[in-house]
T-cell receptor
Framework: ELKVEQNPLFLSMQEGKNYTIYCNYS?????LYWYRQDPGKSLESLFV?????AVKQEGRLMASLDTKARLSTLHITAAVHDLSATYFC????????????FGQGTRLTINP | KAGVTQTPRYLIKTRGQQVTLSCSPI?????VSWYQQTPGQGLQFLFE???????NKGNFPGRFSGRQFSNSRSEMNVSTLELGDSALYLC???????????FGQGTRLTVV
């Protein structure tokens, strides 16, 4: 059974600092997703990573994928308050159906 | 173009009742999947439909069921509601199998 683990689960940081969220998964998968969720809201797609070594960047967020290590990272550069949210990684189960297994989520709080 | 639309947005039901939630996918998308989000269990896969066929089902009791119509709209039904069914129910649509999933705003169900 595919398991996805994120760490840390809670992260409080100062504006302007850099930090990384880690996402480990237990079995081979076709793709990995990062989502953002604001309180009471739905999931907003941030990145889709499809292959080993994939790196994608959008603003202050950069995601990477190492399929050999079964590890993805979400790096935050020079954090700003607007990035406060919960971040989820999710992995596709390779069973020919659309089924995502999510990590526990990382609640990120950025303090001014 | 319009996103994934879920109705209703909020519901309050009594234990023992049943409930039906609706999801209209993005136009042209044929795959619809459902997820339950609770503080304790996180995001869990319920089921996935493609071309009116259920292709995968998560580890939920038979009280949880769903269907997809020929226009790709989907409904999920929960019978004999329990307090533990209180959750945010999220629907996601994708163009085809294994393509990126886009989430709706969710239906927040409260069982009292």
């Amino acid at each position: 059974e595919l398991k996805v683990e994120q760490n840390p689960l809670f992260l409080s940081m100062q504006e302007g600092k850099n930090y990384t969220i880690y996402c480990n998964y237990s079995t081979t998968s076709d793709r990995l997703y990062w989502y953002r969720q604001d309180p009471g809201k739905s999931l907003e797609s941030l990145f889709v990573l499809l292959s080993n070594g994939a790196v994608k960047q959008e603003g202050r967020l950069m995601a990477s994928l190492d399929t050999k290590a079964r590890l993805s990272t979400l790096h935050i550069t020079a954090a700003v308050h607007d990035l406060s949210a919960t971040y989820f990684c999710a992995v596709d189960v390779p069973q020919g159906a659309q089924k995502l297994v999510f990590g526990q989520g990382t609640r990120l709080t950025i303090n001014p | 173009k319009a996103g994934v639309t879920q109705t209703p947005r909020y519901l309050i039901k009594t234990r023992g009742q049943q409930v039906t939630l609706s999801c209209s996918p993005i136009s042209g998308h044929r795959s619809v999947s459902w997820y339950q989000q609770t503080p304790g269990q996180g995001l869990q896969f319920l089921f996935e439909y493609f071309s009116e066929t259920q292709r995968n089902k998560g580890n939920f009791p038979g009280r949880f069921s769903g269907r997809q119509f020929s226009n790709s709209r989907s409904e999920m039904n929960v019978s004999t509601l329990e307090l533990g069914d209180s959750a945010l129910y999220l629907c996601a649509s994708s163009l085809a199998l294994l393509s990126e999933a886009f989430f709706g705003q969710g239906t927040r169900l409260t069982v009292v």
